[in-house]
């Protein structure tokens, strides 16, 4: 604190995890530190559990000799030139949801014209836009940019499953969901251990086969509404996974009915079959990590995430 400010400074943070505990602080203010606590610590045990059976597909399941490549950037119209991920010397948000989906990101520090990008991008599995300008983009550069194996395959997503405004916005609150998002569509998730629909990512190719996403809007009326994660429930697919336990529950209403506790776990029956398949074939009883509920409203969440974007002074 700084007299009556508090200094908000997400953007010094590294990992995901460690932007979204900012979390905890605007839970503070509106005295719901239990609820804040659990809302984050449900969302690390997704994302640790998506981490775990990413690596476990791979090696174990899938068998495979090499992670996927995955391309992330697009055109920008701003600098006119092809833009990718930097993930030296700074370690972006996106570079540890390659990491945690056990994939390799492609990156350059560089920005690049058409010739170079096509160059830099023809070893990469998945293509991940993320400019807001495909559709256009395409147009333009499609029959140069049908050479990319991403592309042929049709294995191309942009940012707009939610639409504009959430990318920069509430996907800083839902990182969980941005990971199980990226996991999908590198192959290294299944609907037995995760039943996932995607938010964020939305396939472009064909033209047309996804439209771009809407939060819609909330009525006043639904201010107290309590928040509804977007994440899907995870279950280990390592049934010697180590889990770990979640810490004790300090909020003031996790006695009541009305708090669920997001951390129950069942324990597993059988292990999965381990075979070089493209999904697993058995569906044991696996060990889940449960879905999140709490007492904030669904507007003071979707404001919390706005918040974290930038550097803010609050006045107490």
């Known amino acids: 604190t700084n007299g009556n400010n508090i200094i908000v400074s997400e953007s010094s943070e590294g990992p995901n995890r460690a932007i979204y505990e900012w979390h905890k602080v605007y839970a503070s203010l509106y005295n719901l530190e239990g609820e804040g606590n659990d809302q984050f610590e449900a969302s690390t045990s997704r994302f640790a559990c998506g981490e775990d059976n990413a690596e476990y597909l791979s090696t174990t399941v899938l068998n495979e000799q090499e992670k996927p490549v995955v391309l992330w950037g697009g055109y920008s119209g701003w600098y006119k030139a092809w833009v990718v991920a930097t993930c030296d010397p700074r370690y972006n948000y996106y570079c540890e949801y390659a990491d945690t989906c056990f994939s390799t990101l492609l990156h350059s520090s560089e920005r690049m014209n058409l010739t170079e990008f096509l160059e830099f991008g023809k070893e ?41 405004g959430p990318w920069f916005e509430q996907r800083i609150a839902e990182y969980d969901v941005v990971v199980q998002d990226f996991c999908q569509v590198v192959g290294h998730t299944t609907e037995e251990s995760q039943e996932h629909e995607r938010v964020y990512f939305r396939q472009v190719l064909p033209t047309g086969v996804e439209e771009i996403g809407s939060l819609g809007s909330c ?21 010697n996974a180590e889990v770990e336990e979640p810490p004790v529950r300090l909020g003031p209403n996790d006695s009541t009915s009305n708090c669920v506790n997001p951390f129950v776990t069942v324990a597993p029956v059988t292990a999965p079959v381990a075979a070089p398949v493209a999904t697993p074939v058995a569906t044991p009883d696996l060990k889940s990590v449960g879905d999140t509920s709490s007492a904030l409203s669904t507007t003071g969440v979707a404001s919390l995430a706005l918040y974290l974007g930038s550097l803010l002074i609050f006045h107490l």
């Open 124 to 164: 990469a599995d998945v293509w991940i836009y993320t400019e807001f300008n495909w559709d256009d983009v395409y147009a333009e550069f499609g029959s140069e940019l049908d050479n990319l194996p991403s592309v042929k395959s049709e294995k191309v997503y942009d940012v707009l499953g939610s639409g504009t």
């Open 219 to 239: 009525d006043i009326s639904e201010i107290d509404l309590k928040f509804e994660a977007r994440a899907s429930n995870c279950a280990y697919i390592n049934t």
